[in-house]
């Protein structure tokens, strides 16, 4: 009798394992990525909310106080110093896309290759343009080029506005982690078309958004995910003053780039 309940308690175990995880291939978003171009900075969704929806993926903060790296189940937090701080559960983020990472592609890295390099090397290995990729790439690194973005104070400005004093950070032989996504072109006003990546150092004192990099060498993951969830406020009077029709590629451009 008792070896029949441990079999049974072994094979329970083995099915849950087995089962698959209800966002499995799924990206899950906090509002968009127009909306916070706007200039809106508070959101509703606190990091332990959030961290139901995924193990992996980048954002940002409340007040847009720096930049988000969701890393192996732990959030991160790059302030406008340059430094990694690890930002409580209570805290809000007003936009950041996650996932449960696991890769379906690997491409090892034996020769260096620069930002623009890569974006193309893996655009010939995605089997579908159309969906949603998470790219973890993990190397060593001659130049990361990043920045951050300092808290602001209401009124908010646009982050056209923010981006022309963000501190830029260059970093020089460098081991890292780049964390993620390679979305469709159709996402546009949404999230960022093409790729949207956030950098952590090895040692989990240095990163941001980049704006480039040269990798030595290294292992790019690829996670294909084919389902899109958005969650958008509840309660935002800021955004239901705003025009959501208009256009804002350009604003979107000065900003990543």
Same mark, same amino acid.
């Given at each position: ?50 961290? *139901? ?62 930002? *623009? ?6 655009? $010939? ?38 981006? $022309? ?37 090895? %040692? ?16 790019? *993951?690829? %996670? ?25 590629? $350009? ?7």
């Amino acid at each position: 009798m008792k070896r029949s309940y441990i079999l049974c308690g072994l094979l329970l175990l083995l099915c849950i394992g087995c089962a698959s995880h209800p966002y499995k291939d799924t990206i899950t978003q906090a509002s968009t990525i127009d909306i916070l171009l706007a200039g809106v900075y508070d959101g509703e969704m606190t990091l332990g909310e959030l961290s *139901e929806y995924g193990d992996f993926g980048i954002g940002t903060f409340n007040r847009l106080d720096g930049e988000m790296i969701i890393l192996d189940q732990t959030i991160y937090q790059v302030k406008a110093d340059g430094r990694v701080y690890r930002p409580a559960n209570e805290v809000k983020t007003p936009f950041a896309v996650v996932s449960y990472f696991e890769a379906d592609q690997y491409i090892d890295i034996k020769k260096p290759v620069n930002f *623009e390099q890569l974006q193309s090397l893996i655009d $010939k290995h995605i089997r579908d343009p159309h969906i949603f990729y998470g790219i973890r790439i993990s190397g060593r690194f001659s130049k990361m080029h990043t920045r951050s973005v300092p808290a602001q104070q209401r009124p908010y400005p646009p982050l056209t506005e923010v981006a $022309k004093t963000q501190p830029e950070f260059v970093m020089k032989d460098i081991s890292g982690t780049i964390v993620g996504f390679r979305c469709p072109d159709y996402v546009k006003g949404i999230n960022v078309p093409g790729y949207h990546l956030h950098f952590i150092s090895k %040692d989990l004192k240095q990163g941001g958004h980049i704006l480039g990099f040269e990798l030595s060498g290294g292992r790019i *993951e690829i %996670d294909s995910a084919n389902r899109f969830t958005l969650i958008m406020p509840e309660h935002c009077e800021d955004r239901q003053k705003l025009d959501l029709s208009r256009d804002r590629e $350009k604003e979107l451009e000065a900003v990543e780039n």
